[in-house]
């Protein structure tokens, strides 16, 4: 299985909600990331997840909270989001030998939109 | 800082060759990716160059050059499917952080 998963593939919510963007791999990697892209722009790094541990957070808003449950699991919860927030929230995973530094596997993406 | 330069955008003809090209500017130099990215999907990686020198892997190559900042994405026997965006990202030392070039939009026209 060399498959990165998440869910839902898109998403629609009001900036008063609360919603969880949820990603999963089976490929015993230990790095996990989030990147977000906007539509025409390359991904931008947000999280790191090393050993499930935080590892880099690149001065994210705390209006987005990262989590990762366990070495398989990765979770992005939201809350009271802005309009400009609506892009492709991609995750990653990487084996975490040298973390970034490796080859990426990329989820598919959800696509946010925020009213 | 970090600076990364694409093309944003190249046409080509099936069959052909095309040569996409990016050039870099990084505090330290901690290897450098392509990944290629299908319209509305999540990047797939194509190379990972650390040394100066051409990696061959089938119809696609990737090159660097670390004294000069540039590396190149040699696709050749162009097909149709490989019309999509090139993104090249580069690693810079002491951060851990990859940095993604805009990308270049490919465009392969019968």
């Known amino acids: 299985d060399t498959e990165v998963t998440q869910t839902p593939k898109h998403l629609v919510m009001g900036m008063t909600n609360k919603k969880s963007l949820k990603c999963e791999q089976h490929?015993?990697?230990?790095?996990m990331y989030w990147y977000k892209q906007k539509a025409k722009k390359p991904p931008e790094l947000m999280f790191v997840y090393s050993y499930e541990k935080l590892s880099i957070n690149e001065s994210v808003p705390s209006r987005f909270s990262p989590e990762c449950p366990n070495s398989s699991l990765l979770n992005l919860h939201l809350h009271a989001l802005q309009p400009e927030d609506s892009a492709l929230y991609l995750c990653a995973s990487s084996q975490g030998v040298e973390v970034v530094m490796e080859k990426l596997f990329f989820g598919s993406g959800t696509q946010l939109s925020v009213l | 800082g970090q600076n990364i330069d694409q093309p944003t955008e190249m046409t080509a003809t099936e069959g052909a060759i095309v040569q996409i090209n990016c050039t870099y500017q990084?505090?330290?130099?901690?290897?450098l990716f392509w990944y290629q990215q299908h319209a509305g999907e999540a990047p797939t990686f194509l190379s990972y160059?650390?040394?100066?020198g051409l990696e061959e892997k089938g119809r696609f190559s990737s090159f660097l050059s670390r004294s000069k900042g540039y590396s190149y994405l040699l696709l050749k026997e162009l097909q149709m499917k490989d019309s999509a965006s090139y993104l090249c990202?580069?690693?810079?030392?002491?951060?851990?952080?990859?940095?993604f070039g805009t990308g270049t939009r490919l465009l392969v026209s019968p």
């Open positions: 160059n650390v040394l100066d």
């Open positions: 990202a580069v690693g810079g030392t002491g951060f851990q952080k990859l940095v």
């Open positions: 990084t505090s330290g130099f901690n290897g």
């Open positions: 490929m015993g990697h230990r790095a």
